[in-house]
């Protein structure tokens, strides 16, 4: 056993024990869920493990073959962290690149059914788990709102501009009068830019589209998409997916906000897209199994801790026929 490897803390043992295993492409849902418990139980977990994911996120760890189960992963990651203090600025690109390939290859990245987080959202700097919702100081001068299952991780800074990728979800970014610095928000193929403002960014990452979408409610934010440039006052929204950017929308602040209250509500809301918002908030998942009923509207306020509410709601109001299966799945139809 090397010396680097000895001089690790049981904490940091730990937390690469669980990345190996994420990286092995044999993630439960079990697993998941008791990532989420380890890292939740002390800070020390949490800091630990955001260590070693950055560790092995920038130093270029599809270098390695991680189905070698006679390689030792803590040695592997301790060599990484050896040479990352070698790596030319080009080099840790290269491996950033890789990286994110290797994660694709051995991460889980679509979960039969979203049952459980893919690797890229479990290995987030900020993340919240179904019915979630969570505040979080960025910059030390970024409030940070974040819905339930959503995924942030803290980018590299470039020039004056702090920045954040929304991986998966919604929340909510606050910034003060006096921030010393421009806030960007990356999504997808896009980003949000304010440098005092308060806005919502929406990615549910659900579909061959997935849009996303910006809304203002102070100051004002700028919304670009590679060419594309859309400046958003307060009460205002935007979409964008790989098509481009849509017009500029009026929309209610007060109702747009609902999430931030703990309320989802639907106004003539397709039922196919109400159950999709209402999976966000529950454990399982409801899969829609007629199509009709999938068009019928749905109107209605439900607190986001009280969804089968929601649910019980759809039966009554459309006579539908609810089936229980183990794990929180129900079949609607």
């Given at each position: 056993?090397?010396k680097?490897?000895?001089?690790?803390?049981?904490?940091e043992?730990?937390a690469i024990?669980?990345?190996?295993r994420l990286?092995?492409g044999?993630?439960t849902?079990?697993?998941?869920?008791?990532?989420?418990?380890w890292?939740?139980?002390?800070?020390?977990?949490e800091?630990?493990?955001?260590?070693?994911?950055?560790?092995?996120h920038?130093?270029g760890?599809?270098d390695?073959?991680?189905?070698?189960?006679?390689?030792?992963?803590?040695?592997?990651?301790?060599?990484?962290?050896?040479r990352?203090?070698?790596t030319?600025?080009?080099?840790?690109?290269g491996?950033?690149?890789?990286a994110l390939a290797?994660a694709?290859?051995?991460?889980?990245?679509?979960?039969?059914?979203?049952?459980?987080p893919?690797?890229s959202?479990?290995?987030?700097d900020?993340?919240?788990?179904t019915g979630?919702?969570?505040?979080?100081t960025f910059?030390?001068?970024?409030?940070?709102?974040l819905?339930?299952?959503?995924s942030?991780?803290?980018?590299?800074?470039?020039?004056?501009?702090?920045?954040?990728e929304?991986?998966?979800?919604?929340?909510?970014?606050?910034?003060?009068?006096?921030a010393a610095?421009?806030?960007?928000?990356?999504?997808?193929?896009?980003?949000?830019?304010?440098?005092?403002?308060?806005?919502?960014?929406?990615?549910?990452?659900?579909g061959?589209r997935?849009?996303?979408s910006?809304?203002?409610?102070e100051?004002t934010?700028r919304?670009?998409?590679g060419?594309?440039?859309?400046d958003l006052?307060?009460g205002?929204?935007?979409?964008?997916?790989?098509?481009?950017?849509?017009q500029?929308a009026?929309?209610d602040?007060?109702?747009?906000s609902e999430?931030?209250?703990g309320?989802?509500?639907?106004r003539?809301?397709?039922?196919i897209e109400?159950?999709?918002?209402?999976?966000?908030y529950?454990?399982?998942?409801i899969?829609?199994?007629?199509t009709?009923?999938?068009?019928?509207?749905?109107?209605?306020?439900?607190?986001?801790?009280?969804?089968?509410?929601?649910?019980?709601g759809?039966?009554?109001?459309?006579?539908a026929?609810?089936?229980?299966?183990?794990?929180?799945?129900?079949?609607?139809?």
């Open positions: 056993m090397s680097a490897h000895t001089d690790l803390d049981p904490v043992r730990e024990d669980w990345l190996e990286t092995s044999d993630v849902p079990e697993d998941a869920a008791a990532l989420e418990l890292r939740t139980r002390d800070l020390q977990h800091a630990a493990f955001l260590k070693v994911k950055r560790l092995w920038t130093a760890a599809a390695y073959s991680f189905l070698d189960s006679n390689e030792n992963f803590a040695a592997r990651l301790d060599a990484l962290g050896q990352r203090k070698k030319s600025r080009r080099a840790v690109l491996g950033g690149v890789a290797a694709s290859v051995y991460g889980a990245i679509n979960p039969p059914l979203g049952l459980w893919s690797l959202e479990l290995s987030s900020f993340r919240t788990g979630e919702q969570r505040r979080v910059a030390g001068d970024v409030t940070i709102g819905n339930t299952q959503t942030l991780a803290i980018r590299t800074a470039e020039g004056v501009e702090d920045r954040i929304l991986i998966a979800g919604e929340a909510s970014f606050a910034t003060s009068t006096r610095r421009p806030l960007v928000v990356l999504a997808a193929n896009g980003k949000a830019i304010t440098e005092s403002g308060r806005f919502d960014v929406r990615y549910t990452a659900s061959e997935s849009p996303v910006v809304t203002c409610f100051g934010v919304i670009a998409q060419a594309n440039v859309a006052q307060s205002q929204r935007v979409h964008y997916d790989r098509s481009g950017l849509s500029i009026a929309v602040p007060q109702i747009a999430w931030q209250r309320i989802v509500e639907f003539g809301t397709p039922l109400a159950v999709e918002e209402i999976n966000r529950r454990p399982g998942r899969i829609l199994t007629n009709a009923l999938g068009q019928k509207q749905l109107s209605g306020r439900f607190r986001i801790d009280q969804m089968n509410e929601a649910l019980l759809v039966e009554r109001a459309f006579g026929k609810l089936q229980h299966l183990p794990g929180g799945i129900v079949l609607l139809s």
